[in-house]
Nanobody, 117 residues
Framework: QVQLVESGGGLVQAGGFLRLSCEAS????????MGWYRQAPGKQRELVAS???????NYVDSVKGRFTISRDNAKRTVYLQMNSLEPEDTAAYYC???????????WGQGTQVTVSS
């Protein structure tokens, strides 16, 4: 069983930055991809960014050039550095991991990001 614990959300002004962290309990070697989803009120959950075990990354178009995802397998942690934040980035952000061995998905509890204009 893998548990994902997020931290780093909060309130920030437009143009500001935040860094989200997601620490995984247990093994990291089988978690791929790991990523961040977000869900704003009244909208569907969307994939923001993901990173594979080997470090390949993928981003939704709206955050390209502003957000950076990375993982530190030794620390069992995946990060989302969010720069130049916009009010449209306001949402609950969820950490996600797919377990290649167990073929199942895990989710964190979510952390709120609010960007004021």
């Amino acid at each position: 069983q893998v548990q994902l614990v997020e931290s780093g959300g909060g309130l920030v002004q437009a143009g500001g930055f935040l860094r989200l962290s997601c620490e995984a309990s247990g093994r990291m070697f089988s978690l791929s991809p790991m990523g961040w989803y977000r869900q704003a009120p009244g909208k569907q959950r969307e994939l923001v960014a993901s990173v594979s075990l080997r470090g390949s990354t993928n981003y939704v178009d709206s955050v390209k050039g502003r957000f950076t995802i990375s993982r530190d397998n030794a620390k069992r942690t995946v990060y989302l550095q969010m720069n130049s934040l916009e009010p449209e980035d306001t949402a609950a952000y969820y950490c996600h991991a797919h377990d290649l061995v167990m073929n199942r998905d895990y989710w964190g509890q979510g952390t709120q990001v609010t960007v004021s204009s």
